[in-house]
């Protein structure tokens, strides 16, 4: 069994799935808090606020303090200081995620940038023309992330991913994607630690977004077959896991947690 310097888990599909919790996912976190065990939940959710997610945790009995989660959308909006911005066009679904992007001027027509999180439902032709159109005319698209799809309460629900796509082949530019599995938001999630990479476990439900992100970020991987995990997937991935678990629950099997 091995002793993790840290862990970084996602949280959908991982953690909770639809509006309950992982079995297990609670005493897992207990025996890392004993080990003193440095962990966080990093995860590419656009769709509401940090302190919507944890409340929406809270409700399923799961206690998060805020500095336990890092979010592609803070990483967004520090690509964009970066940059040094001013003008960008923020397309996310909940109006309160404005206030992690004050520090710019919200514009719909000639944006420097575009910043896309998951909108769901809300996509529309018109939303992507008019987004299509800004591109062409030159603003850069920056993704929260690239994720294919998502296993919502409905079942397997497409995600951002499949509509950065098309935008990138229709205006024939590539986005940038700041969310996982690119290896920024890992390396993010993990500063302070004073730790080496190669020590840090990534513990996720998806190939490309987490165990392609962990290896790309020098870290070890393991794979969990809740959420949107699919046997089909795993042989025919190039994406290959450190280890292999049911669930969650199962960390303990490969871990010395005790």
């Known amino acids: 069994m091995i002793v993790p310097s840290g862990v970084l888990f996602d949280l959908d599909g991982v953690i909770f799935q639809g509006d309950r919790l992982i079995p297990g996912a609670e005493g897992v976190i207990h025996k890392l808090q004993i080990a003193k065990i440095p962990y966080r939940f990093i995860t590419n959710t656009t769709r509401m606020t940090k302190n919507n997610l944890i409340n929406m945790l809270s409700k399923m009995g799961f206690s998060v303090n805020p500095e336990e989660i890092?979010?592609?959308p803070h990483a967004a909006a520090e690509y964009c200081k970066l940059k040094r911005y001013k003008n960008?066009?923020?397309?996310?679904?909940?109006?309160e995620m404005k206030e992690d992007f004050s520090a710019f001027q919200f514009v719909d027509e000639n944006p420097e940038?575009?910043?896309?999180g998951d909108m769901g439902k809300l996509f529309t032709f018109e939303l992507l023309n008019r987004l299509f159109m800004n591109i062409i005319n030159g603003a850069e698209l920056i993704a929260m992330h690239k994720n294919r799809y998502w296993k919502s309460v409905d079942g397997l629900t497409l995600d951002l991913g499949a509509f950065i796509s098309a935008l990138e082949y229709a205006a024939?530019?590539?986005?940038?994607?700041?969310?996982?599995?690119d290896s920024n938001l890992f390396k993010f999630a993990v500063y302070g630690w004073g730790l080496s990479e190669n020590s840090i476990y990534v513990v996720g439900d998806d190939l490309d977004g987490d165990i392609g992100g962990a290896h790309n970020a020098g870290m070890k991987s393991v794979l969990v077959k809740t959420g949107k995990f699919r046997e089909e997937n795993l042989e025919r991935s190039d994406n290959i896991p450190d280890y292999i678990i049911n669930s969650v629950a199962d960390l303990p099997d490969i871990f010395q947690l005790n």
């Open 172 to 181: 024939g530019k590539s986005a940038i994607v700041v969310g996982k599995p």
């Open 113 to 116: 940038a575009i910043v896309m």
């Open 88 to 95: 960008i066009s923020l397309i996310v679904p909940d109006e």
């Open 70 to 72: 890092f979010a592609a």
